[in-house]
């Protein structure tokens, strides 16, 4: 959480970096903030609310500062005022800093600034930082200019704990920035005559698409013509330059309301993209190219861990399903931020993996570390290219969905499904899964585009549904087998942008608790695909239905539905159970997305949420 932003060039800072920072947005919408470099010192403009606030603001400014750094906050130390907002300047207006993460000691680091006559202008642990390198950078005034800050930087880092990603500036060096990483994300975009830094590539790409990934203890010095890098115990690295494969106008709106809509209807291509090139000639079966682990390693493989968290975690639970149904390989799955304090027993050949859309989420990314940590091989589904994720883990899938910039993350989560489905289907014709099943699979796989085409056909049908439910606070989501992850997944999207509470439940749980809630003002939405378990699922629909509980009904079953047997019926193709819980996904998002409109929420930046969640 948190996005920063920091720009060294020809150009007028002000401009590129609002425009890099709404490109952050998504990282944290609390309040905003630029320093500059003017020629006399440094300017700081900072208020709560949106960038586009800030953007107003900076206009009138109209700075022709050619450096600067900037920031979008979620708060977590402070509350949400002008004064908490970064940038932060120190105490002598010297040096300025803007901070993604925790300082966890900052309350002695404070004392200690207090005692050497530091004073403090907010309640933030960041501004402790941009004191604490004032106070180095003061008491080494014979050092080089340059190095001095990159000196002043490193020695307060030294008694930093927690986790930072930092872009700092000083009233006496207008053409440098420097910028360190523990924790939190940080990149640098490399340009011509200029260069940036920032917390994520969709703040620079469009002005570069050469970029350099921080790791985890390294601190950048940025000027104009060049970047060099070195780390916290000051040896030299040498940069790797990597290309973006996106462009800025995939992280545009277009012709849509929100991102979140844009990416529920650009569900056929990212799956299409998804697939590409991953299928054996013979289409029998999936391939991946970056597992990095050979046939023979895999028949050593008896158990297969899952960790994730929120959207992620539920295609965890998918996955779970879909592989122990093709493969036979037991699966467990973990809430990521769980896994890494209680000392799970794990089975000698386990092998994990990471599910990550972002890839920087701090809880996933600690689970990776210690299933690493102790001593086992970790693959990770991720969507983020070059994120933290899919740099330290030991191979992976990387989701090709393109960038997700909705908080509500929605074609990120059915290409996880894609990618667990095929994983079933790679791992079962490893193991008892016939060449003609495999077939079938495959074929279903190929088919998705164009079924959820004809799904999205039927928005306005499902807007209809949605504006009739717009009203409710209360709603149960139903379904059994993989189909109950799936109603986890709708409850949290509807709860996550409208804002109303909703639950997901195996649909044949609900008569040993949650029946208790059913009345005319909870209604709920029931899974009710094709299959072994409709029957079933049709005698809950009664059993609510038998309670005055409304029932929208999401389901495949053709004329073993027949319309009198719920309120509203959103009907979807009938496909090969490997592709189910995609198909049924669909009209939850779409259902969630239309009640929140109706609701007048900010469906893009809903209250409190952050798309990247970097802080634990
Ligand atoms: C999804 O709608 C949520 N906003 C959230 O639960 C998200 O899935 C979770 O924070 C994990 O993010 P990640 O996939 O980037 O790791």
Redesign the pocket.
Same mark, same amino acid.
């Given at each position: 959480m948190c996005g920063i932003v920091g720009y060294v060039g020809k150009h007028a800072a002000s401009s590129i970096l609002v425009e890099g920072l709404k490109h952050l947005e998504y990282r944290g919408y609390d309040s905003s903030g630029i320093a500059l470099a003017e020629g006399n010192g440094i300017e700081v403009i900072k208020k709560t609310g949106r960038v586009a606030v800030l953007a107003g603001l900076a206009q009138k400014h109209a700075s022709k500062a050619s450096m600067g750094i900037s920031h979008t906050r979620w708060a977590t130390h402070g509350g949400v005022t002008d004064e908490n907002a970064h940038p932060h300047l120190s105490w002598d207006s010297k040096i300025a800093l803007v901070h993604n993460g925790v300082i966890e000691n900052y309350k002695a680091l404070r004392t200690f600034l207090e005692g050497e006559g530091a004073t403090f202008r907010s309640q933030t642990d960041s501004e402790v930082l941009a004191n604490l390198i004032a106070y180095y950078y003061n008491l080494d005034e014979t050092a080089q200019n340059g190095n001095r800050l990159v000196c002043a930087v490193r020695q307060s880092l030294i008694h930093v704990e927690g986790t930072y990603g930092i872009a700092v500036i000083c009233a006496d060096l207008p053409n440098e920035i420097v910028g360190a990483r523990k924790g939190s994300p940080l990149c640098i975009g490399v340009g011509h005559g200029e260069n940036l830094i920032a917390s994520d590539v969709a703040a620079f790409v469009g002005r570069t698409q050469n970029v350099v990934y921080l790791d985890d203890g390294q601190i950048v010095h940025l000027s104009r013509e060049d970047f060099s890098i070195t780390t916290i115990a000051e040896e030299t690295v040498s940069p790797v330059i990597n290309q973006i494969d996106w462009k800025i106008e995939e992280a545009e709106l277009g012709s849509y309301k929100h991102f979140m809509e844009k990416e529920i209807f650009e569900q056929p291509q990212a799956l299409e993209n998804a697939m590409r090139g991953r299928f054996s000639d013979d289409e029998s079966t999936a391939k991946f190219g970056g597992l990095n682990l050979d046939a023979r390693e895999w028949r050593q493989v008896d158990r297969i861990v899952f960790c =994730?968290? =929120?959207? #992620?975690w539920h295609a965890c639970l998918v996955a779970e399903y879909l592989i122990e149904r093709f493969s036979r390989i037991p699966v467990e799955v973990e809430y990521a931020s769980e896994f890494r304090y209680r000392n799970a027993p794990l089975d000698k050949n386990a092998l994990f993996f990471v599910? +990550?859309? +972002? =890839?920087?989420?701090i809880d996933?990314l600690e689970a990776l570390r210690e299933a690493q940590r102790k001593g086992f091989r970790v693959l990770g589904i991720t969507n983020g290219v070059g994120s933290t994720i899919a740099r330290e883990s030991d191979g992976g899938v990387y989701q090709h969905s393109g960038p997700e910039i909705g908080? #509500? +993350?929605t074609k #990120?989560f059915t290409s996880q499904l894609l990618i667990s489905g095929m994983l079933g289907l790679y791992l079962g014709r490893m193991r008892d899964l016939s060449f003609g099943d495999g077939r079938e699979m495959v074929k279903a796989f190929k088919s998705l585009p164009g079924l959820i085409s004809q799904i999205l056909d039927q928005a306005d049908q499902i807007k209809a549904i949605a504006e009739r439910y717009a009203e409710f606070q209360d709603f149960l989501f139903l379904g059994r087998q993989s189909m109950f992850p799936i109603a986890l997944e709708g409850a949290? $999207?509807l709860k996550?942008i409208s804002y109303i509470h909703a639950e997901g439940y195996p649909a044949a749980e609900m008569k040993h608790g949650p029946i208790a809630l059913i009345s005319e003002q909870c209604p709920s939405v029931v899974l009710s695909p094709h299959g072994d378990t409709l029957k079933k699922v049709m005698s809950n629909i009664e059993e609510t239905r038998a309670r005055k509980g409304r029932v929208i009904a999401i389901t495949s079953a053709g004329k073993d539905f027949p319309d009198s047997a719920a309120d509203d019926i959103i009907r979807i193709p009938t496909a090969h159970s490997c592709i189910m819980p995609i198909l049924s996904t669909i009209p939850l998002q779409l259902l969630a997305y239309y009640i929140a409109c109706k609701r007048g929420c900010d469906v893009d930046k809903p209250r409190n949420?952050a $798309? +990247?969640?970097t802080v634990e």
């Open positions: =994730g968290c =929120g959207t #992620a599910v +990550s859309q +972002s =890839g920087e989420t996933t908080v #509500a +993350s #990120a949290l $999207k996550e949420l $798309k +990247s969640v």
